[in-house]
């Protein structure tokens, strides 16, 4: 299953989940219960340079490189 990233409209909070990829549009907010859209995961993967280039951020897009869980958690 893809990782998807979610950001919260009531509470800004960002989260990742595992989510089935027919399923993955929204995701339940773990602080305050509200439905939360997917925003594109390529936010989580790439930052954007001065000149619009896409680069690779350090990590890359893992989602154990920004405190969740994942299949590569631990090694
Ligand atoms: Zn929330």
């Known amino acids: 299953m893809p990782v998807y990233e979610y950001v919260c409209p009531r509470c800004e909070a960002k989260f990742e989940r595992l989510r089935p990829m027919s399923n993955g549009h929204q995701a339940r907010c773990p602080d305050c219960n ?14 954007r340079g001065d000149r ?11 989602a154990c490189a920004a405190g969740g869980s994942c299949a590569c958690a631990g090694e």
């Open 34 to 47: 509200t439905d939360a859209p997917r925003v594109i995961s390529m936010f989580a993967a790439f930052t």
């Open 52 to 62: 619009g280039e896409m680069s690779p951020v350090a990590g890359g897009g893992c």
